[in-house]
């Protein structure tokens, strides 16, 4: 008879019962055409019997011929592949299969699964239904299944039960410990896509020797010169030039970079649409772009013209259109350029300038301010402890790098303080773009870049807001670097030239904000420190461990794009480095800033001690005390921070009732010591490391490693055409130094300032390249998965299952709390003189340029 869908069948004294399971996968033929021939071989196959296979492993019973592995259960065939309905559109089918199961086997723990078909398919779920003394048992796959023959070993999946290594079925144990062998590879051979292989190198592929001496870069990590976190090994052969250099394969729509196959975006995903958009820039946008500079006046004259690229558009002459829609698709010239039958070259309005009641709001002191409290940037603000400000950098090599700023420069704008009162009450800050830049600037200089480096003084007024009071630029001294820098101060001035002079001072600010913001705040601080995180975790701990099951979802993408980005982005001749200041020494530059990279003091907590900008202070939530109330990053960042950590909290402390449990934890110290050894193994020996022996250790480790993939990352990429998009407000180049009294730059200054600021800033063809860039980077992809969601089932465990919702209603209310501030007029820098309110800390976002939304992991 049949009971829930179960076969009871009676032998002797044996129990033995049929175990109905379904399985839901996405074909290859649904997601890729290339596949569709595959496909019909496969239906011919199907049918002589070569067909998906699975095997139940059991999680009670072990066998000696299997290794004392858990024992072998018959292995049965996926049902009906050939008559289940297939979408033609990417979408999910559902397929049976009927394991035979007897009493002794016990409990299921693990399934393999054998491809037999030519091509691989996407595996997402298995599920058991009715087993006995069980129920259901889910199994979480979400991986893709390569034909068996690729395989060494057969694919195994767990089902969704979390074990640390001692508590894991002695039958299990075996299958745990062979998989992360799968994982890690052997560190030899040539990696091919299918793979599964998370294995490190260091940044040996920025730079392409084989095509000519002005594409050479140095390798970032493994010298103390220019230290640097790992990647992931791709094992492409080395450079015909340079036997240290790894080669590069460029092929124009295609991915060609190896990155282990589930780290790879889906098809048809938006995220992949995002990487096409990246790679058809570099292909055929930005050629395009020249072409059409070519055929104009190829610089901006005034502000309205800028203003009309968004707003009215830009009438193209014919030759110039045909040369813009060419060799691009057509969704490609909808998306990124706005072309339409009038011939108009188009962008979206950035937020910045989207309110047209307040059309030059981006150029008033209180914004330039706000920005560095609630823009794309705000992570480099600090108290000013001491006045003038001083240098770090070595006297011996640099000379007096200390400030010229003097009290005289600011004491009368200080709202009747003094400045030793300023200072003693805690109201002055400082954006420092000095120390950082001082060291490249001469060689930064000798390139088509002009530029100072900058150090800008803020007030904090009573209503919380800041008013910039003097900006120093500085140059290297004309005699050598002993000599020290040659700086100017200026201070403010709203009208006639001075008023010019000043924007043309702040103008100078943003450039060094917009390539320090790009370089490290995103690129470095959030990218290139995390993908070791992933490459660890993926070799050290088992999908059924605890610590693998809370810090994976925030790993989704992050090695495709990295990888990605080091094809078009932060390679030599690449995207960053024909739009942003440091050019061809934008990664050296970082290389050199990883140097103070300091684990800890990327919780927010310690970061902004560390800044002053926070005091302890019993009486306040959490004990911090911000200096500036109203300072959105910090306010929202904490309410995110503090929710994540005792969600994080929550969650250890039920898999780990001890300090002990975690020292006795083989995977989790493998884990740890991998981390600090190799993925950061040019910063092993700092004593500031966790050493991972209490559970305090393990929970601040994993909440600042879900801080940066998620909360950090979001505040400083979706913002980035909100602000930068106009390339008034962010420039991210400067082609002349600031003007001079008897120069002709400062002659064209007096007679048209328009004229003249367009000609220091960054360039018409560079302002099309960086808005395309970074609108495509600001855009939330439409599979999103954000800061509190995840695949339902992940666990069986009820108490984290509690856990995480709690941790998502706290989200909600966060999202509540942020709407209100935004709306209390009392709070200034929440919405600016631009009308634009900081919404890059909501919890949840919406697709595309939304400038709202925290997703789990840094996928673009």
Not at 709 to 732: E, I, K, W
Not at 782 to 801: F, K, M
């Amino acid at each position: 008879m049949i009971l829930g869908g179960v076969l009871n069948e009676i032998t002797g004294n044996k129990k033995s019962e049929k175990i109905k399971g379904t399985v839901v996968l996405m074909k290859k033929n649904v997601l890729d055409f290339s596949a569709l021939g595959s496909s019909a071989v496969d239906s011919v196959l199907e049918l002589v019997g070569q067909q998906v296979t699975l095997q139940l492993i059991s999680a009670e019973n072990a066998d000696p011929a299997n290794g004392n592995g858990g024992r072998l259960g018959k292995q049965e065939t996926l049902e009906n592949w050939n008559l289940t309905f297939t979408p033609p559109v990417a979408g999910d089918s559902s397929y049976s299969v009927t394991f035979q199961w007897e009493e002794e086997f016990g409990t299921p723990g693990a399934i393999i699964v054998r491809n037999n078909h030519s091509v691989e398919f996407y595996l997402e779920t298995i599920t058991l239904e009715d087993v006995p003394g069980e129920g259901q048992i889910h199994f979480l796959c979400n991986s893709w299944v390569y034909p068996n023959k690729q395989y060494k070993n057969p694919r195994i999946f767990f089902a969704n039960k979390t074990y640390l290594p001692h508590e894991t079925p002695m039958p299990l144990r075996k299958h745990r410990e062979e998989e992360l062998k799968v994982l890690r590879g052997d560190g030899t051979g040539q990696l091919k896509s299918g793979d599964r292989v998370y294995d490190y190198a260091v940044y040996n592929d920025l730079g392409n020797p084989d095509l000519g001496s002005e594409l050479i870069r140095p390798i970032l990590g493994g010298s103390a010169k220019y230290p640097y976190p790992r990647r992931g090994r791709t094992s492409r052969p080395p450079s015909r030039s340079d036997p240290n250099t790894e080669s590069r394969v460029f092929i124009p729509g295609i991915f060609s970079i190896y990155v282990p196959r589930d780290e790879q975006f889906g098809h048809l995903k938006m995220s992949d649409f995002i990487a096409y958009n990246l790679k058809a820039l570099v292909q055929n946008i930005i050629p395009a772009f020249q072409a059409f500079v070519n055929f104009t006046p190829n610089e901006f004259d005034s502000f309205k013209e800028v203003d009309n690229l968004y707003f009215n558009g830009i009438q193209l002459p014919t030759e110039a259109l045909n040369q813009l829609t060419s060799n691009i698709p057509l969704p490609m010239i909808k998306e990124i350029f706005r072309t339409d039958g009038e011939q108009l070259l188009k962008f979206p309005a950035p937020q910045v300038i989207e309110d047209r009641s307040t059309p030059t709001a981006w150029r008033t002191d209180e914004e330039f301010a706000r920005e560095m409290l609630a823009g794309v940037n705000p992570l480099l603000i600090r108290l000013l402890k001491e006045f003038p400000p001083t240098s770090k950098l070595d006297p011996e090599l640099y000379g007096n790098q200390n400030s010229s700023i003097t009290t005289e420069d600011i004491d009368y704008n200080l709202d009747g303080l003094s400045v030793e009162e300023a200072v003693r009450s805690n109201r002055l800050f400082i954006l420092d773009h000095h120390d950082t830049v001082i060291p490249y600037l001469r060689r930064i200089n000798t390139t088509s870049t002009k530029t100072h480096a900058s150090r800008t003084i803020l007030f904090l007024r009573g209503d919380n807001t800041l008013k910039p009071v003097a900006i120093e630029l500085s140059l290297p001294h004309a005699a050598g670097d002993k000599f020290g820098v040659v700086s100017k101060v200026y201070t403010p001035a709203e009208h006639g030239v001075e008023g010019s002079i000043w924007q043309f001072a702040k103008a100078f600010v943003a450039v060094n904000d917009c390539g320090h913001h790009q370089i490290i705040s995103h690129w470095l601080n959030t990218h290139a420190v995390l993908e070791p995180f992933v490459i660890a975790t993926n070799r050290q701990l088992s999908v059924v461990h605890p610590i693998y099951k809370l810090l994976h979802p925030h790993f989704r993408d992050t090695m495709t794009i990295n990888a990605l980005a080091r094809e078009i982005l932060v390679n030599a001749g690449g995207l960053l480095e024909g739009t942003f200041y440091p050019g061809k020494y934008s990664m050296e530059m970082s290389s050199e800033i990883y140097k103070s990279w300091n684990f800890l003091d990327q919780a927010l907590p310690n970061d902004l001690k560390k800044r002053g900008i926070t005091v302890d202070d019993a009486n306040s939530l959490h004990g911090l005390r911000l200096l500036i109330e109203d300072y959105p990053y910090a306010v929202d960042g904490l309410k995110i921070w503090f929710a994540i950590e005792k969600w994080v909290r929550d969650y250890c402390s039920f898999y780990y009732q001890t300090d002990e449990m975690v020292q006795q934890d083989p995977e989790a110290q493998a884990w740890w010591k991998e981390l600090r050894e190799v993925g950061h193994g040019d910063k092993r020996d700092e004593p500031w490391w966790p050493k991972m022996q209490t559970r305090e250790e393990l929970i601040e480790s994993c909440t600042i490693i879900i801080w940066i993939a998620s909360a950090l990352h979001a505040a400083v990429n979706f913002g980035q055409y909100a602000y930068g998009g106009y390339s008034p407000n962010r420039p991210t180049r400067s082609r002349r130094f600031m003007p001079e009294k008897g120069t002709p730059e400062y002659a064209e200054l007096e007679k048209n300032p328009e004229k003249a600021f367009f000609r220091t800033i960054t360039s018409q063809l560079q302002t099309f390249s960086g808005m395309s860039l970074i609108e495509v980077l600001s855009r939330h992809a439409s599979d999103e998965v954000y800061l509190g969601q995840r695949t339902p089932e992940w666990t069986t465990d009820a108490i984290p299952l509690a856990a995480f919702e709690d941790f998502h209603k706290k989200l909600a209310q966060i999202e509540e709390d942020i709407i209100k501030m935004n709306k209390d007029k009392k709070l200034k820098n929440r919405v600016g003189p631009v009308n634009v309110p900081y919404t890059l800390l909501y919890p949840t976002g919406e697709v595309g340029l939304s400038g709202k939304g925290i997703p789990n992991s840094i996928s673009i």
